[in-house]
């Protein structure tokens, strides 16, 4: 028997130059965790520090959060340092662990597209695991600089535009809306 459309997981990538990306997956993930499902929440080129993923670790036991970036900033002009790549690599590794362990219904893996813009890991290698995820599992990926090939192989993309935003004054980040 089949799994009726409305239960199918679905890839979902969430990209553009606006905010909100990570935004939308964290509201995707509770959402999801509200429905009584399991998320693992994978953050790549972050550090941590985040406000958002201290509230996500007020759902013991139902999230687990983990980051795959380093203190420093990396740009896609510079030289790739090793230990960037080792770290992004170390990211995909894990990503794939939970996608496939069976523990999770959500799986996010946040700026999973820039580590591939940012020639951090190789984008046919991502594909792939985009393509092999268990249909159990929904997965988000975000990230600016979505491949086209992994806009191809989503079910749902939606893009953030940039319209407006206070940055171009000068304001920087602000705690409980930025970071």
């Known amino acids: 028997m089949s ?11 969430y990209t553009g130059n606006g905010k909100g990306k990570t935004t939308a ?13 399991r998320v693992f929440f994978g953050q790549f080129l972050k550090a941590g520090g985040y406000s958002e993923i201290e509230a996500l670790r007020n ?3 139902r999230v687990v959060v983990e980051s795959f ?21 170390r990211g995909l590794d894990r990503s794939r662990e939970a996608l496939f362990s069976g ?9 999973l597209n820039v580590s591939v813009h940012f020639r951090l890991l190789p984008e046919a290698e991502v594909l792939e695991l985009l393509k092999r995820r268990p ?7 975000t990230g600016r600089y979505a491949p086209d090939s992994f806009i191809e192989e989503a079910d749902l993309v939606t893009e ?15 705690k409980g809306v930025e970071f």
């Open 25 to 37: 997956a964290l509201g995707l993930s509770l959402r999801a965790l509200g429905a009584g499902w």
């Open 69 to 89: 970036g380093l203190p420093e900033f990396c740009h896609p002009a510079d030289p790739l340092p090793p230990q960037q790549i080792e770290a992004a690599r």
């Open 160 to 174: 953030m535009r940039e319209v407006k935003h206070y940055y171009t004054e000068g304001l920087q980040a602000r």
């Open 3 to 13: 799994t009726p459309p409305q239960e199918q997981r679905r890839l979902q990538i």
């Open 59 to 61: 759902f013991p036991g």
């Open 135 to 141: 249909p159990n599992v929904e997965l988000v990926v």
């Open 103 to 111: 523990e999770f219904d959500l799986v996010v893996l946040d700026e």
